[in-house]
């Protein structure tokens, strides 16, 4: 039986460390791999995805991510940025079957 993870939410007034994971190089932020905004509190919010929708649910999603990625990068200012999350994607999704 597998643990049940719950998303953490610090108490108001309770303050928690934000501090963004950083890149190889130590000097820029990793917003394709690990994004700061989804790394706040104990669990990061891919996994937390992943375990409330259980193993087929997390596959649609990781597909609907990739198809959503490869449709938008023609249209947004940072195109590289959206083709690496689609493959981002596409390969969590690759290493689940």
């Known amino acids: 039986m597998s ?5 953490y939410t610090p108490p108001f007034g309770e303050e928690e460390d934000n501090t963004p994971p950083k890149n190889k190089d130590e000097n820029s932020v990793d ?3 690990h994004p700061p905004h ?4 104990t669990i990061e919010c891919i996994d937390y995805i992943e375990q409330q929708l259980g193993n ?4 649609s999603y990781l597909e609907g991510n990739v198809l959503k990625y490869m ?4 249209y947004k ?4 940025q959206d083709l690496e999350k689609a493959q981002w994607y596409l390969n ?3 290493n689940l079957i």
Not at 3 to 7: M, P, S, T, V
Not at 38 to 41: A, E, H, I, R, T
Not at 77 to 80: L, W
Request: charged letters at 30%; glycine letters at 14%.
């Open 71 to 74: 449709h938008r990068w023609r």
């Open 56 to 59: 087929e649910g997390f596959k």
């Open 31 to 33: 917003v394709v791999n």
């Open 38 to 41: 989804y790394n706040v509190g």
């Open 92 to 94: 969590k999704l690759i």
């Open 3 to 7: 643990k049940l993870i719950r998303a």
């Open 77 to 80: 200012g940072k195109s590289g």
